[in-house]
């Protein structure tokens, strides 16, 4: 299948402003492989060179009109054209589908306005499908809401970004710390924040383990230990005296017993349903991380 000729029809400046731009630069790249073009002024305050830095080509247009449009399609041969703009209305689409009759048009909108396109897309969370039934024409394919929501990949980078608390005692006597953290390692989007106390023997060695790892922040004596916890998605604790506040907090984890005097917590983990590991198990971590951040992800679709 080749690839198809994409022309995207927006502008940007001091008094549109710069949102229509930047929604069909996000529109952009679920086109990957086909050749995207802009069609846009070149008006005070534009932000055209965004385009640029994203990859795609750049036609000037000296107007609004529709002549004038009509030509980039024709020049560039575009089997279809994505339109955000309030200049170009319903007959506007309509006289560019009849010039151009395997020409597809997606036209975005904001205002439930009339259209003459093949799909139909608002993408803001109050958008109503049902009002658009008599707007467009039959067969065309209407999307509407948070499902189609443009969201920036840099949006869509934090909110998958998981932040986890690691906590295995203030001496970490099992030493354990860096196990851990290489399992942690192997998960994509995690940043990991370690507690840990003065107390740790091995403290300068667990600083030098995570020297150069910048996914990793070391806490030593924090006074700030309720704000790590309440900032954090879940964490990875001993069942001791530190799972008390996890637990009060509402935070997810996943216990680890380290020594004997943790067996009466351990068991009531256990029979309760919490996930808690008899002992530190590379294969069985990985199993609990893999379900938890599983029940994170399907509490944060929408």
């Not at 924090?222 to 990875?236: E, H, V």
Request: proline fraction near 2%; glycine fraction near 4%; aromatic fraction near 8%.
């Amino acid at each position: 299948m080749k690839n198809k000729n994409i022309l995207f029809r927006a502008d940007s400046s001091s008094t549109i402003g710069t949102g229509h731009i930047m929604r069909n630069l996000v529109l952009a790249k679920e086109f990957e492989g086909d050749n995207i073009i802009f069609a846009t002024i070149d008006l005070e305050g534009n932000i055209n060179h965004k385009i640029l830095e994203s990859g795609y080509r750049v036609e000037v247009l000296k107007s609004n009109s529709i002549d004038e449009l009509n030509g980039i399609i024709k020049k560039f041969s575009i089997d279809m054209m994505v339109v955000d703009h309030y200049e170009i209305n319903c007959h506007n689409e309509k006289e560019l589908k009849t010039k151009n009759p395997n020409l597809k048009i997606m036209a975005l909108d904001d205002n439930y306005n009339r259209h003459y396109c093949d799909i139909l897309l608002n993408h803001n969370i109050y958008a109503d499908k049902k009002r658009y039934i008599d707007l467009v024409p039959k067969g065309c394919e209407i999307r509407c809401g948070a499902k189609y929501t443009l969201i920036r990949d840099e949006f869509k980078k934090e909110r998958e970004r998981k932040r986890v608390l690691l906590a295995m005692g203030g001496a970490d006597h099992s030493n354990i710390n860096t196990l851990i953290l290489k399992v942690l390692h192997k998960f994509p989007n995690v940043e990991v924040n370690v507690v840990t106390t003065t107390a740790n023997k091995r403290l300068d060695r667990l600083k030098k383990d995570i020297k150069y790892k910048n996914w990793v922040t070391l806490h030593v004596n924090s006074t700030k230990i309720a704000k790590l916890i309440k900032n954090s998605d879940f964490a990875i604790t001993t069942p001791s005296v530190m799972l008390h506040e996890i637990i009060f907090m509402g935070l997810p984890f996943i216990a680890i017993k380290t020594a004997s005097n943790q067996d009466d917590m351990y068991r009531y983990l256990v029979e309760n349903g919490y996930s808690a590991l008899e002992e530190m198990s590379v294969k069985e971590l990985r199993v609990a991380i893999t379900k938890i951040l599983g029940v994170l992800d399907e509490n944060r679709a929408y």
